[in-house]
């Protein structure tokens, strides 16, 4: 194989009483791996983070990471604690503390955003974790609370969080690494079942949750591998729930045809016809549903051709609405992954599935991630020669200055204020003073 791999090594855990694993004792082992062989390339790069304090700089990391187009393997070892408020798994950092959750720990729907618009079969995540109360009680109930998407492999490990005495090692990602200095060339999921053995051996009690891929289809690739799962392993997927469909061949968003200004696409295939076409994101009151979720309006279905696709738009709100915002951001990512690789990235079909993905950040809470893909929405509209006084401008804008208005980390509003009043200058929206307004805030 010729792709340069990429490999990332993220161990982390909170300093003092509060570290439930010795989540850095397994790099010194996974370090003396050739990075080529975690890889599975010829060439390889390595991205080491020991106890990072700051989930913006972890997520930085891993989005350089995911932008390479090689393989990429992800070695996870640290602590799950669910955020209260929102009912989310994060993975605490060195600063994490029960109280400071929301601002210093990595919630796990980024993790699964980032991987999520990666090539489908690309991404292998081995994960060791040890997992609060709270988090345990939940994923024991349902192993889907941490699905990373259809396109990411993941095969990992979780034990309940020791309750008082010595923090747990991560014996089972140790075992990967012994697997790969051996030589042996094992697939995935033979390795998984052997590190699940060797885990089980060295740390027999408590009893863990293991987890494997599930047979999910990707596009182009057909179905994923079966998972042979190890003793007492259990599946990803949550037991009766219903799974949001990946990106099926022929994309669904076709908001409406591209400015003249758009690079043209006559040369690629004409896609097959749908059942349900996708709208175009409009403006609307920012509590009501969000634009890129809006109820289309249904056609005759074809009589001939190929088999209609299915409308992911609203199996991907229904799971943001059931707080399963991390499988939603990831098959949202992965839509707009199909849709930059059928579309290019000068395209509305692109467009719109960074506007669902700003709408799916809004409904997690998180107003500074959904700040930043409004932002990034705007832009790309006014690149596709869309007017300032275009209502699918404005509205991004808008949606941006609303969302910047609701971050409570003044850091993290200070860095993307720049770029909000740069578009704000160019967008005045029709909302009288709203440039002055937000020119006053800034200061």
């Given at each position: 194989m010729s792709a340069v791999g990429t490999a990332v090594l993220l161990a982390a855990a909170p300093a003092g009483r509060g570290r439930a694993m010795d989540a850095a004792s397994v790099l010194p082992a996974l370090a003396a791996v050739p990075p080529g062989v975690l890889t599975g390339t010829t060439a390889a790069t390595v991205v080491e983070l020991a106890d990072p304090l700051d989930p913006q700089t972890v997520l930085t990391r891993l989005r350089a990471a995911a932008a390479s187009p090689g393989p990429l393997v992800v070695c996870l070892a640290g602590q799950l604690h669910l955020d209260r408020r929102q009912q989310l798994p994060h993975l605490a950092l060195a600063r994490t503390t029960p109280a400071t959750l929301r601002y210093t720990a990595l919630p796990w729907h980024w993790l699964?955003?980032?991987?999520?618009?990666?090539?489908?079969?690309?991404?292998?995540?081995?994960?060791?974790?040890?997992?609060?109360?709270?988090?345990?009680?939940?994923?024991?109930?349902?192993?889907?609370?941490?699905?990373?998407?259809?396109?990411?492999?993941?095969?990992?490990?979780?034990?309940?969080?020791?309750?008082?005495?010595?923090?747990?090692?991560?014996?089972?990602?140790?075992?990967?690494?012994?697997?790969?200095r051996s030589g042996a060339r094992l697939t995935p999921t033979a390795a998984h079942t052997e590190a699940a053995a060797r885990a089980r051996t060295v740390a027999p009690a408590p009893e863990p949750v293991f987890l494997a891929p599930?047979?999910?289809?990707?596009?182009?690739?057909?179905?994923?591998?079966?998972?042979?799962?190890?003793?007492?392993?259990?599946?990803?997927?949550?037991?009766?729930?219903?799974?949001?469909?990946?990106?099926?061949?022929?994309?669904?968003?076709?908001?409406r045809p591209a400015p003249a200004s758009a690079p043209a696409h006559a040369t690629r295939p004409t896609p097959a016809p749908v059942s349900t076409p996708v709208p175009a994101a409009r403006p609307v009151p920012l509590p009501a549903i969000p634009p890129a979720f809006a109820p289309a309006t249904p056609a005759p279905a074809p009589t001939s051709g190929p088999a209609p696709v299915v409308d992911p738009h609203p199996a991907i709100l229904a799971a943001a609405m059931a707080g399963r915002h991390g499988e939603a951001a990831a098959v949202a990512a992965a839509w707009e992954h199909e849709a930059l690789r059928r579309h290019g990235p000068r395209s509305v079909e692109a467009v719109h599935w960074t506007e669902v993905r700003a709408d799916l950040a809004r409904l997690a809470?998180?107003?500074?991630?959904?700040?930043?893909?409004?932002?990034?929405?705007?832009?790309?509209?006014?690149?596709?020669?869309q007017r300032p006084d275009d209502p699918d401008v404005e509205g991004a804008v808008d949606r941006a200055h609303h969302q910047w208005e609701q971050i409570g980390d003044r850091d993290r509003a200070r860095a993307l204020g720049p770029t909000l009043v740069g578009l704000r200058r160019r967008v005045p929206g029709r909302r009288p003073g709203a440039l002055a307004a937000l020119t006053r805030r800034m200061d």
């Amino acid at each position: 194989m010729s792709a340069v791999g990429t490999a990332v090594l993220l161990a982390a855990a909170p300093a003092g009483r509060g570290r439930a694993m010795d989540a850095a004792s397994v790099l010194p082992a996974l370090a003396a791996v050739p990075p080529g062989v975690l890889t599975g390339t010829t060439a390889a790069t390595v991205v080491e983070l020991a106890d990072p304090l700051d989930p913006q700089t972890v997520l930085t990391r891993l989005r350089a990471a995911a932008a390479s187009p090689g393989p990429l393997v992800v070695c996870l070892a640290g602590q799950l604690h669910l955020d209260r408020r929102q009912q989310l798994p994060h993975l605490a950092l060195a600063r994490t503390t029960p109280a400071t959750l929301r601002y210093t720990a990595l919630p796990w729907h980024w993790l699964a955003g980032e991987l999520g618009a990666r090539q489908p079969g690309t991404t292998t995540v081995v994960a060791d974790l040890a997992a609060d109360p709270d988090v345990w009680q939940r994923l024991t109930a349902a192993p889907g609370l941490l699905h990373l998407g259809p396109g990411t492999l993941l095969y990992g490990r979780v034990v309940p969080a020791p309750r008082k005495g010595e923090p747990t090692t991560p014996e089972y990602l140790r075992a990967w690494a012994e697997l790969w200095r051996s030589g042996a060339r094992l697939t995935p999921t033979a390795a998984h079942t052997e590190a699940a053995a060797r885990a089980r051996t060295v740390a027999p009690a408590p009893e863990p949750v293991f987890l494997a891929p599930m047979t999910v289809p990707t596009p182009g690739l057909g179905p994923a591998p079966v998972p042979a799962h190890g003793p007492g392993s259990a599946p990803v997927s949550a037991p009766g729930s219903a799974p949001v469909p990946a990106p099926a061949p022929v994309p669904a968003p076709a908001p409406r045809p591209a400015p003249a200004s758009a690079p043209a696409h006559a040369t690629r295939p004409t896609p097959a016809p749908v059942s349900t076409p996708v709208p175009a994101a409009r403006p609307v009151p920012l509590p009501a549903i969000p634009p890129a979720f809006a109820p289309a309006t249904p056609a005759p279905a074809p009589t001939s051709g190929p088999a209609p696709v299915v409308d992911p738009h609203p199996a991907i709100l229904a799971a943001a609405m059931a707080g399963r915002h991390g499988e939603a951001a990831a098959v949202a990512a992965a839509w707009e992954h199909e849709a930059l690789r059928r579309h290019g990235p000068r395209s509305v079909e692109a467009v719109h599935w960074t506007e669902v993905r700003a709408d799916l950040a809004r409904l997690a809470g998180e107003p500074a991630r959904s700040c930043e893909l409004w932002l990034a929405a705007a832009e790309a509209r006014l690149g596709l020669g869309q007017r300032p006084d275009d209502p699918d401008v404005e509205g991004a804008v808008d949606r941006a200055h609303h969302q910047w208005e609701q971050i409570g980390d003044r850091d993290r509003a200070r860095a993307l204020g720049p770029t909000l009043v740069g578009l704000r200058r160019r967008v005045p929206g029709r909302r009288p003073g709203a440039l002055a307004a937000l020119t006053r805030r800034m200061d």
